[in-house]
């Protein structure tokens, strides 16, 4: 078998010449001669962990007892291949690393279908299984194999969030788990792949200190989530968001909000977005390797709907990313220009950005202003006197 399933190779099995096995009725429905030897040696080893390449099962379950050949010929014919395969399949007991590793293929099967209630049934029978790493191939339907545990596997999926659920409690860990090829979190795996906002909340709620885990590119899910959702919603609404809390501590992180503190009419975007900040609003002020904000990813990406609610809100929570610049001397004005020389969104992004700046400046220009009054009405008498 195969990590995909079981394979059959037709061409093993594929008969060389009738007449030298029909002939013959412990034969009768064997391989040919020519491949017999082969499949004989690859189930003893395989199946049975043994270099023998006799009868795979002991004489006494076939019925073969005697020690010659009138013997055994009148206890009846040897077993055929299908006996063989049966016994050594279900009456054998295999080692319990052929048993973990088949379970986890079960697992990994019922994932790629989606089949999330018989997926649930074998963690609840077998809980170890949640915190069993298994080697996926292109990982995330990327172009690179990895490691990563049934946890990561579901959010790639667009799983029900009671499974995430399911997961998290046998396996608690596994929520600050990194995958072996990207040292990314269930929640990097959930933001990129498009998982759905109360997939996004229940991750959130069970384990806080993922939403600004790095990965191998220094990227927060904020990142992915960005870069990545389409539904935020109209760019003519308007939008707010409430922190709690006070945002300008890195460390600090906020409890998730209540299911009843979002609006069901928004867009899933925009309420995953909410929970990420919310959680912990230090969010927005995370560099990746090449000192990119999340407001720069907005801002590369303003062509698309809803991109000027997601500059609005991270502007409202971080004013001063306005200023942010990457490694490249590049500012959030400036990522626009990625996003197209022309698309029907632009005027409206450079629009926000510039007034979101020129509010910084006058801003600065007061408090500069009051600390020179400040000054002045701190003056000693006898110097006012004398002027």
């Known amino acids: 078998g195969s990590q995909r399933g079981f394979a059959d190779n037709d061409e093993a099995f594929e008969d060389g010449n009738d007449d030298s096995d029909v002939a013959d009725y412990a034969e009768g429905d064997l391989p040919s001669r020519q491949d017999r030897a082969a499949v004989v040696q690859s189930i003893s080893q395989g199946i049975t962990g043994t270099n023998d390449d006799s009868l795979l099962l002991d004489g006494a379950i076939c019925g073969v ?21 049966f016994v050594t399949r279900f009456l054998q007991s295999p080692a319990d690393g052929n048993r973990k590793q088949a379970s986890i293929l079960q697992l990994h099967n019922l994932l790629r279908k989606e089949d999330w209630s018989l997926a649930s049934q074998i963690l609840q029978s077998k809980p170890e299984l949640a915190r069993t790493w298994h080697n996926i191939d292109r990982l995330y339907g990327g172009r690179y194999d990895g490691e990563a ?44 792949c498009l998982a759905e906002s109360s997939v996004i909340r229940v991750l959130c709620e069970m384990d806080p200190n993922c939403v600004v885990a790095r990965d191998r590119l220094k990227r927060v899910p904020l ?3 960005i870069k990545n959702y389409c539904a935020f919603g109209d760019d003519e609404d308007d939008v707010r968001i409430s922190i709690d809390g006070d945002i300008e501590d890195d460390n600090n992180v906020t409890n998730a909000t209540s299911d009843d503190d979002y609006d069901d009419n928004e867009e899933d975007g925009m309420t995953a977005l909410k929970i990420l900040i919310r959680t912990n609003p230090s969010s927005v002020r995370a560099a990746d390797h090449r000192g ?26 971080w004013p001063q990313s306005i200023y942010a610049k990457t490694e490249k001397e590049s500012d959030a004005l400036d990522c626009v220009e990625m996003a197209g020389k022309v698309h029907p969104r632009k005027e409206m992004v450079i629009s926000l950005l510039t007034e979101a700046k020129c509010k910084m400046e006058d801003c600065n220009h007061d408090d500069v202003a009051g600390e020179d009054d400040d000054d002045d009405d701190d003056r000693p008498e006898s110097i006012d006197k004398k002027e």
């Open 292 to 317: 990119w904000l999340p407001i720069h990813v907005a801002s590369s990406c303003s062509s698309r709907k809803g991109m000027g609610r997601v500059l609005k809100v991270l502007l409202e929570v």
């Open 65 to 85: 007892v005697g020690d010659n050949d009138e013997q055994q010929s009148a206890m009846g014919p040897p077993p055929n291949l299908l006996q063989r395969l």
């Open 223 to 225: 990142h992915y989530l």
């Open 149 to 192: 545990l049934p946890i990561h596997a579901a959010c790639a999926l667009h799983p029900p969030p009671s499974f995430i659920k399911v997961l998290g409690t046998l396996y608690p860990e596994g929520l600050m788990e990194k995958d072996k090829s990207f040292d990314r979190v269930p929640l990097h795996v959930a933001c990129r």
